[in-house]
């Protein structure tokens, strides 16, 4: 089944090599390698005689040497026109002569590398879903692949020299139990569903993370990987998995939680537990996730309400509230802070409420998909890219802003970077993180201000 879907990439898989053609750098621009580790080189940095001969004569996915000004060998690297740049994949300085000879079987390894660095530190936490390949952090660029319960997988190459790798990393995926892989490529499109191993006895599809069984997709489910909210995002592992500790005894609100996994967490402990969604599918989607993992008697501390969360209304203050960005409702500046104002407006949290938010800088915590936010702007590509989703420290700022404007305060608790780039992390900030907070009562002299006019009144009849 998967040779036939994969039959297109057939003719560009890697051959052996240990010579390619070179590409030769601007005077000191090497030094973005060499001192700061830059991987991803803007074709803008290359001579133009080179950028021209790569134009002319190099396919996409090629790989190249990259060579300083005065000719000395630097790294290697795939040639990506479409996204203007060339993704290095080795900075070991070498001669050309003594390269070693580059082929699926190299890249591999560095896949099994990767994949045994986080099984040795994942299973502690008894979770067996993680992201096992996080593109330049593992010397494989702009490929990203995630495992789930090692029976399904899920394959992101965002450049051409990274689709190269796909077949051999689905030969590799079905020696070690894949079943099924989504697959988002450039040439495939970013909805393929490959069965790569046919059960000889049919098991229910699921998978685990920290001790929570979650569903995996429908058979007849297919969607765009950045559209798809019915996978959980293995970046926010370790905050679902604190909700079993912060809920304990508590009031649970959750929003945009993707297959219900924080609640499914919170529920073991907590005193009531409130799933919102917007869409009906993704909660009957997480009413679906409860009942496989606790049964229906999770609904006697649990309820699912479908509807706008900035328009929620609750009989009690929530004690605890986990919002999860969402690639189409909650992602940008302007839709953080109307749902966080709307909650406080509407009495669903308050002071001592402890507030967990967990984003996305770009879906899937992956740069290169950023530009397709644009059909949420009617393929309005200026529009995306003036409101993009929100970063690390803006929106902490957003989030104090808005709160202070209902006279509360936010007093930072704790932050996670991403999960699955342990125990190696990328040189640039993780796209994908959860930060923790109190929201506290207004400060002693924002409760006793004067203001400005009355002050002067009482100096001017003082004087007098």
């Not at 790294?75 to 070693?100: C, K, N, W």
């Not at 989607?285 to 609750?314: G, M, Q, Y």
Request: some cysteine; overall charge positive; hydrophobic content about 40%.
């Amino acid at each position: 089944m998967h040779a036939k879907v994969l039959a297109p990439l057939a003719g560009s898989r890697i051959q052996a090599a240990h010579k390619f053609p070179q590409l030769r750098l601007q005077p000191t621009q090497h030094r973005l390698m060499t001192r700061r580790r830059q991987c991803n080189l803007s074709l803008r940095l290359f001579h133009p005689s080179s950028v021209d001969f790569a134009k002319r004569e190099l396919e996409a996915g090629r790989i190249v040497e990259v060579r300083r000004d005065d000719s000395l060998l630097v790294a290697l690297g795939f040639y990506e026109p479409h996204l203007q740049r060339v993704d290095v994949f080795d900075m070991t300085p070498s001669l050309a002569s003594i390269l070693p000879t580059i082929n699926e079987d190299s890249f591999m390894a560095r896949v099994y590398e990767a994949w045994e660095r986080r099984r040795r530190i994942i299973p502690q936490t008894q979770s067996n879903t993680y992201r096992i390949i996080n593109g330049y952090a593992d010397s494989l660029p702009s490929l990203f692949v995630d495992v789930f319960s090692e029976c399904f997988v899920r394959v992101v190459a965002t450049s051409f020299g990274a689709e190269r790798l796909v077949p051999p990393l689905l030969d590799f995926l079905s020696r070690r139990g894949a079943e099924e892989v989504l697959l988002d490529t450039p040439t495939l499109g970013d909805a393929a569903r490959v069965s790569v191993i046919t059960p000889t006895i049919p098991l229910p599809q699921m998978y685990v993370e920290s001790g929570v069984s979650h569903l995996w997709l429908k058979p007849e489910m297919r969607m765009s990987s950045t559209d798809n909210i019915f996978l959980i995002n293995p970046a926010h592992r370790r905050i679902r998995c604190m909700m079993r500790d912060v809920g304990r005894g508590k009031r649970v609100l959750t929003i945009y939680d993707r297959s219900g996994s924080a609640a499914m967490h919170a529920v073991m402990t907590a005193k009531h537990v409130t799933v919102a969604h917007r869409e009906e599918a993704s909660l009957q989607w997480a009413r679906a996730n409860l009942i496989c993992n606790h049964s229906a008697s999770a609904f006697k501390t649990c309820e699912t309400v479908c509807c706008d969360p900035a328009e929620l209304r609750v009989r009690h203050q929530q004690d605890v509230v986990y919002i999860e960005c969402h690639p189409k409702f909650l992602s940008t500046s302007n839709q953080w802070v109307e749902l966080v104002r709307s909650l406080a407006n509407n009495k669903v949290i308050g002071v001592g409420t402890v507030l967990i938010v967990a984003q996305e800088e770009a879906p899937l915590g992956v740069h290169d998909l950023l530009p397709r936010r644009k059909a949420f702007y009617d393929g309005d590509e200026i529009k995306a890219d003036q409101d993009l989703p929100m970063t690390r420290r803006p929106l902490a700022d957003v989030l104090r802003n808005a709160l202070e404007q209902c006279h509360l305060r936010l007093k930072f608790l704790r932050a996670f970077s991403v999960s699955w780039d342990y125990p190696l992390l990328p040189e640039a900030e993780s796209a994908a993180f959860s930060q923790v907070y109190l929201v506290e009562g207004p400060a002693l002299e924002q409760v006793f201000r004067v203001s400005p006019s009355n002050s002067r009144t009482e100096s001017i009849d003082t004087a007098l």
